[in-house]
Nanobody, 130 residues
């Protein structure tokens, strides 16, 4: 079993930055690929970014490319989402997620599929004011 706990959300003005963290426990972090999703009020949960278990491959939604950076720190079993140049449309609850280590390897074709992810955090609110 894997437990994921997000932190770092908050209120920021447009153009500002935030860094989200996701601490993983319950299983060897080094075997887990990790991802971030977000859900705005009245909208479906959508893919934001992901990083494979090695940290060598990263994936981003087109809407955040060039502004957000996903990374992982294996010694701390933590992944991060650095969010720069934030826009009001980035306002949402952000969720950390992890697929089963026994599932398919991450590829650009499947990385955004909700069904791929077996473990979810409780979410952290990010609000961007105009």
């Amino acid at each position: 079993q894997v437990q994921l706990v997000e932190s770092g959300g908050g209120l920021v003005q447009a153009g500002g930055s935030l860094r989200l963290s996701c601490a993983a426990s319950g299983r060897t972090f080094s075997t887990l690929s990790m991802g971030w999703f977000r859900q705005a009020p009245g909208k479906e949960r959508e893919f934001v970014a992901a990083i494979d278990w090695s940290g060598g491959n990263t994936y981003y939604a087109d809407s955040v490319k060039g502004r957000f950076t996903i990374s992982r720190e294996k010694g701390k079993n933590t992944e991060y989402l650095q969010m720069n140049s934030l826009k009001p449309e980035d306002t949402a609850v952000y969720y950390c997620a992890a697929p089963s280590p026994y599932g398919p390897a991450l590829t650009s074709r499947i990385v955004g599929s909700l069904a791929l992810y077996d473990y979810w955090g409780q979410g952290t609110q990010v609000s961007v004011s105009s």
